[in-house]
């Protein structure tokens, strides 16, 4: 497409002209005789725009800057502020850093929940809630929070697990150390990006008690489940490792590392990928997205992230034909009533049950295409970290998700989903339908 503005000539140089400083600024900080990456580009890029914002070519420019597009479907005549042409650059790039350390960060700590999920006995205890907690939790939380701390240190970690019941067992602390010191990346300059190995067993045990935020809607804080879908993890099915940035409530990047999914977007999901998981070769997938940037996948590696490929929820005309997912556990979600929504729906298919997140991932690259959560209990509240990275990925991908009276998920309000009930995802344009259909099974009860 061929773009042709009507800005003065002196206005169009000058925002040209600010516009690649901005970039330049965003990308690379001067220090002494070479170039390095900036560690906080937005702050450099703000105090830059600052500056742009109050020129007179850049507010003449910015009145009504009118564009002609030439495509293939004829000449059309837009209005562009050019105030969103410089903030849609700064917000594409504000992320980068933190996109890139939280996928090398779940790439890392899926390395270590491999490795413990290739063991017999995988260091089991359970909570106080009676769910259970593996050696991987552990050590996948410890390694995650080190490397968030290392590279944004004032940033806050909402985590599943704390080390309280390690520091009483020396002999499981002993063993998760074991597992977490020996765990890197094959690409030195991405684990060195990480911070490297984690400097003794007791900076592993304050990593892991770094993840005790109370959450909330102001400033930066990550929510973290190191095994999404223990008791997957523990049959041999699917789980995930889950982290998600959230700045003042609202969840602008989130990563799904899923070891025992196919590579391959294009794979059906098989009715036992639930209990019959393997994260042999062909295996494992890296689910990404930023906020207004687009959801993405790569093979799950050791070593370095690439940019990998945008991915998309499967365009449904007959919502008969939906595959759906739900949880291989009864008590989190309501299979009953799952099953009079896919009635309702005309959808005859058997639906797919796996545990953890991986549902999320499965429906944003359309492999699958309804992921039900159906309250079982009405006391019943949604933790943060099962759903934050899911969420942004399927939204990113082209899907809604909300709860079942259709409101969005709200992360800000603590470490709970306290305003919501269930959860609904789904292709955008088949939404309504699934709703009405969960709205009508519910209010029957």
């Not at 206005?11 to 220090?31: G, K, Q, W």
């Not at 005309?317 to 009953?336: F, I, Y």
Request: charged fraction near 25%; charge should be neutral.
């Amino acid at each position: 497409m061929r773009r042709l503005t009507n800005l003065d000539l002196k206005s169009y140089l000058f925002l040209s002209c600010a516009i690649a400083i901005l970039f330049s600024a965003v990308i690379l900080a001067p220090t002494g005789h070479h170039l390095q990456f900036f560690t906080r580009p937005a702050s450099r890029a703000a105090s830059i725009l600052a500056h742009v914002q109050k020129s007179p070519h850049y507010l003449g420019a910015v009145k009504n800057t009118k564009s002609v597009s030439v495509g293939r479907n004829g000449v059309h005549s837009t209005s562009r502020n050019a105030d969103e042409s410089i903030n849609s650059l700064t917000s594409k790039m504000a992320y980068e850093k933190e996109l890139k350390v939280a996928q090398l960060a779940v790439a890392r700590a899926s390395i270590l929940t491999k490795s413990v999920f290739a063991e017999k006995a995988k260091g089991t205890i359970s909570k106080e809630d009676k769910s259970p907690v593996t050696i991987g939790d552990y050590g996948a939380q410890a390694l995650i929070i080190a490397a968030i701390k290392h590279n944004f240190p004032s940033d806050e970690v909402v985590g599943e697990e704390e080390a309280s019941s390690l520091r009483e067992q020396k002999d499981l602390s002993s063993k998760i150390w074991t597992l977490v010191k020996d765990t890197k990346l094959e690409d030195a300059e991405s684990d060195k990006l990480l911070g490297g190995p984690i400097e003794s067993e007791e900076k592993m045990l304050e990593a892991i008690d770094a993840g005790s935020s109370a959450g909330g809607n102001k400033g930066r804080i990550w929510a973290l489940d190191p095994i999404d879908g223990t008791k997957g993890f523990l049959r041999g099915g699917q789980y995930a490792v889950c982290l998600a940035l959230m700045v003042d409530g609202d969840v602008k990047v989130g990563v799904l590392g899923c070891p025992n999914l196919p590579v391959d977007d294009s794979v059906a999901l098989t009715e036992d990928i639930g209990v019959a998981a393997s994260d042999k070769e062909g295996f494992g997938v890296l689910f990404s997205a930023v906020q207004g940037e687009g959801a993405r996948s790569q093979p799950l590696t050791r070593g370095a992230v690439s940019e990998g490929h945008a991915i998309s929820v499967k365009k449904i005309t007959d919502v008969s034909q939906a595959v759906m997912c739900e949880s291989v556990e009864p008590g989190h979600s309501s299979k009953g009533d799952n099953a009079l929504i896919a009635e309702k729906l005309g959808i005859s298919g058997k639906p797919v049950q796996m545990d953890s997140q991986a549902k999320y991932g499965s429906v944003a690259r359309g492999a699958g295409d309804v992921y039900l959560r159906l309250p079982v209990r009405k006391d019943y509240q949604e933790k943060i970290w099962d759903h934050a990275a899911g969420d942004l990925i399927v939204r990113e991908a082209g899907g809604q998700v909300t709860d079942i009276h259709g409101k969005r998920l709200n992360f800000s309000l603590g470490r709970t989903l306290d305003e919501n009930k269930g959860v609904i995802a789904t292709p955008a344009n088949i939404h309504p339908q699934v709703l009405k259909a969960v709205g009508e099974v519910l209010t029957a009860k």
